[in-house]
């Protein structure tokens, strides 16, 4: 995965780790966080990349030889699937905001 996507990727996972602990609390992100990548590691190898941290999310650089297709489209699972999730626990409006931050820093990577 190149550097500049990785920075984008650490950067939404930032701003979506940080939102999350506002509305639900640490203890409650954190558990969140853990089905959003169960859910992602059961579909994808490449989700190995992304790792929970004490201060939140973050994607680790990945080996050489997988493929960076399948890194984003694991991570876009990821964070669909996070969104998902936080939809059904918090409700549709908070979440669709959340969603709209994460589809336009999403766009902005793919100018990269």
Not at 28 to 36: M, Y
Not at 87 to 100: D, F, P, Q, S
Request: net charge negative; charged share 25%; aromatic share 6%.
């Amino acid at each position: 995965m190149p550097n500049t996507i990785l920075t984008v990727y650490n950067d939404l996972a930032r701003r979506v780790w940080d939102q999350m602990v506002d509305l639900v609390g640490v203890h409650a992100a954190t558990v969140l966080v853990q089905r959003a990548l169960w859910l992602t590691r059961d579909k994808y190898a490449e989700a190995d990349s992304i790792i929970m941290r004490d201060d939140g999310i973050a994607f680790d650089l990945v080996s050489q030889d997988t493929d960076p297709s399948q890194c984003k489209v694991a991570a876009e699972e990821f964070f669909s699937s996070l969104i998902g999730i936080l939809t059904r626990l918090v409700g549709m409006e908070i979440a669709e905001k959340l969603n709209e931050d994460v589809d336009r820093l999403l766009k902005n990577e793919a100018l990269l």
